[in-house]
């Protein structure tokens, strides 16, 4: 069977790794699955790209859209008439698309119009916000997906509850953290740890990218005034998402324990996070990583497509209210966080999980 592996921003890159992996590690005389890696170029810094290949040891891709930037609609049509092109010369037996990013909508759009069967990998999360793009997304590739690999019980309930059949749905784990246990011992400290005199769980990690977020100039001040506040005198080290760089260009920031730092490759990042106080973040990945970790884990959104992260594990949502944050972080200096566990099948193997089933088809 002929696979389309689809590719295209930093949350695809760590969640293929370990299914490719255990595609290339199936016995050579029995294996069934071939794949073909596309690559939307949907992100197109080199820290959020071409960085994480050669960290995570993902092949070239066979195929490269080089889609860049543009708005949203831009990017899902241009996508759209690359993969027309290449499913026009050769198609492929599935489709196999990750997460909840334009390149994952417009490929399984594309797909379906040439009769190809989809498979989404963390199929099944909602979040309930539709405001959010990746909402938007995960509920157009679900509507039209053929097979799903899930990550949680909650995302099995929703898509049982949207009318998909139980035989569809597969519950695998999250390949997300398969590569974050795959690279463990492998965790790099940034090129700036020493120069900025950084102590292991002696400064905060901050991530903003959420158009509600980062947008509105004064949206963005505000949070970082709480979080600059918030963390006292600790250092608070930034890795500044392009989306955010662009409303921070005006601005010199009055906050001298928020250290901008450019967008960093996957072993550093996470060494990062490891080694951390606390994250402070509006990204669903990182609350999965953290959750893993166990490093507390603030949420700057109202709502999760993880819910998973806060009822068992160290994630909590402070919500559109940036008051409750410094609540929070004072909860993290007087050591009153919670206890988290890991979820069910969160363990390292969902990838081989994924292949075996796909290896039966």
């Not at 698309?97 to 379906?112: H, L």
């Not at 995960?138 to 998909?164: V, W, Y």
């Not at 106080?277 to 990182?286: F, L, R, Y």
């Amino acid at each position: 069977m002929n696979v389309d592996i689809i590719v295209g921003t930093r949350p695809n890159f760590m969640k293929v790794a370990p299914i490719i992996r255990a595609i290339e590690e199936l016995p050579t005389e029995n294996r069934k699955l071939s794949y073909r890696l596309i690559h939307t170029s949907q992100h197109y810094d080199f820290n959020m790209s071409k960085s994480f290949f050669e960290q995570l040891g993902i092949p070239a891709p066979h195929n490269n859209f080089n889609i860049s930037s543009g708005s949203i609609t831009q990017q899902t049509a241009n996508i759209m008439l690359e993969y027309e092109k290449l499913l026009k010369s050769k198609v492929s037996d599935l489709c196999l698309v990750v997460g909840d990013v334009t390149s994952t909508m417009a490929c399984a759009i594309t797909a379906k119009r040439f009769n190809v069967r989809i498979a989404h990998v963390e199929g099944g999360i909602r979040s309930g916000d539709l405001s959010m793009p990746e909402e938007i997304n995960r509920i157009l590739t679900d509507s039209i997906s053929d097979i799903f690999f899930t990550t949680s019980k909650s995302a099995d309930e929703n898509l049982r509850k949207s009318g998909i059949s139980a035989d569809k749905i597969h519950f695998v784990g999250n390949t997300m953290i398969d590569t974050l246990m795959y690279n463990i011992d492998r965790l790099k400290k940034p090129s700036f740890w020493t120069s900025f005199g950084f102590e292991k769980k002696n400064y905060f990690v901050l991530t903003l990218h959420r158009p509600s977020n980062v947008d509105e100039v004064e949206s963005l001040l505000s949070i970082l005034e709480r979080v600059a506040k918030g963390g006292r005198s600790l250092p608070i080290v930034f890795p500044v998402h392009p989306r955010t760089k662009r409303s921070l260009l005006n601005f010199d920031l009055p906050y001298s324990n928020i250290l901008l730092v450019e967008p960093q490759p996957y072993l550093e990042f996470i060494y990062l996070v490891k080694n951390s106080k606390a994250v402070i973040t509006d990204s669903g990945g990182i609350t999965e990583e953290a959750t893993v970790l166990n490093v507390p884990c603030i949420t700057l959104r109202d709502s999760t497509e993880r819910p998973e992260t806060v009822t068992i594990g160290t994630n909590e949502l402070v919500g559109s209210d940036y008051n409750k944050l410094n609540i929070f972080m004072h909860k993290i200096f007087d050591e009153e966080w919670k206890s988290g566990c890991v979820p069910e099948k969160w363990d390292g193997y969902a990838a081989e999980r994924v292949v075996d089933y796909l290896s039966t088809l």
